[in-house]
């Protein structure tokens, strides 16, 4: 075995079956789509395969630049070893000449092993190296170097040159049947053609890149408040079920109570109400939390996505006719049921601006032409910003430098969450502002035609 980053080179003629592995997380898969559509350009006529995990299928699943998407669910124990086995037994019986894992877990390792292609593409891992013919270096530092760019390093064997955002975005093909139902939702919800969608996305599957719901809810507020064209969208995924209800409900009484003034602004709250934590076990903290009380988010639960959901948003039911054009703003916080990945991905293309955290709705929403501010906690933007056309909208806000961050994300080591709390909805509503002020809603690139 070999990890001469150049070696294959000489085997371009011969490539004609190519096997890409990516099986989570969502980010992560729309991270590889720059370079599915780096390699279908080296390789017009190569058979592009693709295995992933049900919860990220939805981005890859109508990609024009692949011939087959391969949805594999995870089980665990023997089960979960079986099937595998077989799927190792299938991609074998297809004779790839080269695989590629863009992932480097055990699973992905395994499979990559598995599918006995003579020329396997991985990175230098620690016992299970072994299982590629070519490694690749991934320092464990967490530089400032975007994610695309890291899993690129892969596709430098096959002599792809590096990216750039405008020729390689990140994509996901629109699907019409999810367009179609989008249109039905927001028509039945009373959003006109002339209404500024603002999707406001207010959880993310990892705990320690939640904004605090209730910085949320007095960003929502005001931006309800300032225009009444102004439609506010608020969605949240299956690891925080009632996240989006919580905040919707807050930030229509934040409303009312202030009389829908156009002054409603976005307040920072009282910073022992920020650092606010619940501990797990001696002193350090795994999370932040909302206060609880009289505030009627109550409280923020821990949870992560569960593998196979690609589901976010709430249901919750309308309490008000929008026949009057919204004119009191709380009638501007609507609610409008899940979304599916692939609907999120049509509701962005009508939107007017998206806000959320570091999580996959967020490189969802890089796939449209949506003007966007990400918020960044433990994460640096340098390393996980939305990958796409710099020309387009893209702002990025996050507390500063600080010396603990980026971390782990298993332990805050200050124990206050500081990068997340130090965000203010102050700056973010700024942020946003400018994001609106500049820019259309639209899609990102011509919409990839689906396949």
Not at 118 to 129: F, S, T
Request: glycine share 8%; with cysteine; hydrophobic share 40%.
């Amino acid at each position: 075995m070999s990890s001469d980053p150049h070696i294959l080179t000489s085997l371009h003629p011969q490539i004609s079956r190519i096997l890409l592995v990516r099986l989570r997380e969502i980010g992560d898969v729309v991270f590889t789509t720059p370079a599915i559509r780096a390699l279908r350009h080296k390789f017009p006529d190569a058979r592009l395969t693709y295995i992933v995990e049900p919860a990220g299928a939805p981005v890859v699943a109508l990609n024009p630049h692949l011939n087959d998407v391969i949805v594999a669910p995870r089980a665990g124990g023997l089960r979960g070893a079986l099937d595998d086995l077989a799927l190792g037994r299938r991609l074998r019986a297809s004779r790839f000449d080269v695989a590629i894992d863009f992932h480097g877990g055990p699973r992905a390792s395994l499979l990559t092993w598995l599918s006995g292609a003579p020329e396997r593409i991985g990175y230098e891992i620690a016992a299970r190296g072994w299982m590629y013919t070519t490694r690749v270096t991934r320092p464990r530092a967490l530089r400032p170097r975007h994610s695309v760019e890291n899993q690129w390093d892969l596709l430098v064997p096959l002599g792809i040159a590096p990216p750039d955002r405008a020729s390689f975005p990140v994509e996901m093909a629109s699907d019409p049947d999810a367009v179609a139902a989008v249109d039905a939702r927001l028509s039945r919800a009373g959003v006109r053609a002339a209404d500024a969608l603002v999707v406001v996305h207010v959880s993310a599957g990892n705990p320690f890149r939640r904004w605090p719901l209730e910085h949320f809810v007095a960003l929502i507020a005001a931006l309800a408040a300032e225009d009444p064209a102004r439609r506010i969208i608020v969605t949240a995924g299956p690891s925080e079920g009632d996240a989006a209800d919580r905040v919707i409900a807050a930030a229509r009484v934040r409303l009312q109570q202030s009389g829908g003034s156009k002054r409603t602004r976005p307040t920072n709250g009282d910073p022992r109400d920020q650092g606010r934590l619940q501990e797990s076990g001696g002193s350090k903290r795994t999370r932040p939390t909302d206060p609880v009380g009289s505030d009627p988010i109550g409280s923020d639960p821990v949870g992560s996505d569960p593998v196979g959901s690609d589901h976010v948003g709430r249901v919750l039911p309308d309490r008000r006719s929008l026949g009057e054009g919204g004119s009191d703003p709380a009638d501007r916080i609507l609610s409008c049921g899940e979304f599916s990945l692939a609907e999120l991905r049509a509701l962005l293309d009508r939107a007017a601006l998206y806000i959320g955290g570091d999580s996959g709705p967020l490189h969802i929403a890089a796939t449209t032409r949506v003007p966007i501010v990400g918020l960044f906690g433990p994460t640096l933007p340098e390393r996980s910003a939305p990958w796409r056309d710099e020309r387009l909208a893209c702002a990025s806000v996050d507390a500063g430098p600080l010396p603990c961050r980026p971390c782990n994300q298993r332990v805050c080591e200050p124990g206050d969450f500081r990068c997340l709390t130090r965000i203010t909805p102050d700056q973010v509503a700024g942020a946003a502002q400018r994001a609106l002020a500049t820019t259309t809603a639209g899609s990102a690139i011509p919409p990839t035609p689906s396949r």
